[in-house]
């Protein structure tokens, strides 16, 4: 059954975004560390598990990659709704506080892709 | 002919959800048709079409004045939906399905690595700019530093060492402009940086940090990356929120007094 599938999803994210929220309890911080990353682990942990003992069924899995599909229009929705008048009418500081930062941001990224980089980059 | 567009009007805000489905089918199918007759797949149709998204953004917000780009026109307000937080999660924590938690141990150390420096960088970059503008008071250069790591950290940030609602503001414009920066650029500057395998995909999501960022840069270079981006960006901000108001809160006040 395909609602399997996006039971398993939905079960690993609502328990990840809960330990990202005690986690970010536990700090201090009312806001969640990582909650997206964990539920990712759990997910495929879970995956794992059932595949190796033989439980995972092609329709579970289609409730799973249907939605990992549909991620670009989701994303571009996301693109859609945000406040992109309020990063133009931000004024000077929030102009040159964002840009200089992705601009340093990016620089860094290749100085810690090229750093210790010896094996030749595969496609992933 | 009133009444077919009164009752086209109220189907389409009791069926928003729907409706944001079949005008992002759409905006995906333009886009991928651009780059493919436009640029012969040079340029990823999924760029395109995040680039039209905030292109729509900007339309909403000068149409309505809201916060939400074009999800505050009402008919459209299943756009909202769609790209909001719940859905999106539920999406990027799927792409995971099918790698292999090896991929993110291997390059683990490097991810946490990249966490701290890309926080750090950010605070020390937007701050610098907060004081060449003529911010002197700690609280301020803290809070445009971390609005500069994402728009959440911001905002969170400055409300806890109290900044003022301006700087705050500020902060958010910050860091919507980081975000929509990295969705615009990534894929340009891909190639150079060598964004083209897990590893450098987890430093990127964990230098860069800004989830919607990340996601739709990644997104529209390679979506294969995306799982390796999300896994790291998405400490990021919760992390930025610790590290903001206290550690290096008290840092930049010993410096500023």
Redesign the interface.
């Known amino acids: 059954m395909i609602i399997y599938g996006t039971a398993l ?2 079960i ?2 609502l328990l ?2 809960t330990l ?1 929220r005690m ?2 309890n536990l ?11 964990i ?3 759990l ?3 879970i ?2 598990y059932l595949q190796r003992i033989g439980r995972m069924k092609p329709p579970t ?1 289609a409730g ?5 599909s ?33 601009g ?3 620089a ?3 100085f ?3 750093v ?2 010896n094996n030749s ?4 | 002919m009133l009444n077919a567009f009164q009752s086209l009007e109220i189907v389409l805000i009791k069926n928003s959800l729907l409706v ?2 079949a005008i ?2 759409a ?2 199918w333009i886009s991928y048709f651009l780059s493919d007759r436009l640029t012969q797949g040079r340029l990823h149709g ?1 760029a395109i ?2 680039f ?3 292109v ?3 339309i ?3 149409i309505t004045n809201g ?5 505050d026109i009402t008919a459209l307000s299943g ?2 939906l ?3 937080a719940m ?15 090896e991929e ?1 141990g291997k390059s683990g150390l ?1 991810g946490i ?2 966490l701290f ?2 926080i750090t ?2 605070f020390a ?2 701050g ?3 004081y060449s ?1 003529g911010y002197r008071d700690a609280a301020s250069i803290t809070t ?2 971390a ?3 994402t728009y ?1 950290v911001g905002p ?1 940030t400055g409300s806890a060492i109290g900044a003022t609602s301006e700087v705050i ?15 615009i ?1 990534t894929p340009f ?1 891909a190639k ?10 987890m ?2 999501g964990g ?2 940090g800004t989830n ?1 960022g990340v ?2 840069g990644l ?1 529209s270079t ?7 981006g ?3 960006a ?2 990021y ?3 930025g ?2 590290l903001g108001p206290s550690v290096i809160f008290i840092f930049i006040r010993t410096i500023f007094g």
């Open positions: 999803l939905s690993c994210l990840g975004l990202g986690l970010g700090a201090g911080v009312d806001a969640d560390i990582g909650g997206v990353g539920s990712m682990l997910l495929i942990a995956c794992n899995e799973i990659t249907f939605w990992g549909i991620y670009i229009p989701i994303v571009v929705a996301m693109a859609a709704s945000q406040n992109v008048l309020a990063a133009l009418q931000g004024g000077a500081v929030a102009l040159l506080a964002g840009t200089f930062t992705v340093a941001s990016f860094i990224v290749s810690f892709v090229k210790g980089n980059p595969a496609k992933g | 944001a489905f992002m089918g905006t995906v999924s079409a995040i039209i998204g905030l729509m953004a900007c909403g917000g000068i916060k939400q780009g074009i999800a756009i909202g769609m790209g909001g859905l999106r999660d539920l999406a990027i924590v799927a792409t995971a399905f099918g790698v292999r938690a993110f490097i690595l990249s420096t890309g960088l950010s970059v937007g610098a700019v907060a503008f445009i530093g609005g500069s790591a959440i969170v503001a500020l902060s958010v414009a910050a860091g919507l402009v980081k975000a929509i920066l990295v969705m650029l500057l150079h940086i060598g964004l083209n395998n897990p590893r450098a995909a430093i990127f230098i860069m919607s996601m739709a997104a390679d979506p294969k990356l995306v799982p390796y999300a896994m790291t998405t400490f901000t919760g992390l929120c610790l």
